[in-house]
């Protein structure tokens, strides 16, 4: 079992900061790549930043200069320091992580549960 628990969402006032972590626990062999989505209602999850190993780190145009993902590869944890927020930045923010749970194992996805962020004045 794998497991993904975020942390960090809350109300923010525009222009303001929060930081989101997501720590993997559980039988995990190799994380491949760990990422954040976000969705509003009646839309569809969207991509907002994705780290994987040895590759490049990919951001949504819209948070580029604002959010920085970062990894910790020893806690398997993931965090996006979220700057200079905006009113449509508001949205549930869920974790992933593409992983190995053993060796010879394909890589699966696993989501957290979300955790909410809002920007509002």
């Known amino acids: 079992q794998v497991q993904l628990v975020e942390s960090g969402g809350g109300l923010v006032q525009p222009g303001g900061s929060l930081r989101l972590s997501c720590a993997a626990s559980?039988?995990?062999?190799?994380?491949?790549?760990m990422g954040w989505y976000r969705q509003v209602p009646g839309k569809q999850r969207e991509l907002v930043a994705s780290?994987?190993?040895?590759?490049?780190?990919n951001y949504a145009d819209s948070v580029k200069g604002r959010f920085t993902i970062s990894r910790d590869n020893a806690k398997n944890t993931v965090y996006l320091q979220m700057n200079s927020l905006r009113p449509e930045d508001t949205a549930v923010y869920y974790c992933?992580?593409?992983?190995?749970?053993?060796?010879?194992?394909?890589?699966?996805?696993?989501w957290g549960k979300g955790t909410l962020v809002t920007v509002s004045s």
């Open positions: 780290i994987p190993s040895g590759g490049r780190i």
């Open positions: 559980g039988s995990i062999f190799r994380i491949n790549a």
């Open positions: 992933y992580a593409n992983l190995k749970a053993y060796p010879g194992a394909g890589g699966m996805d696993y």
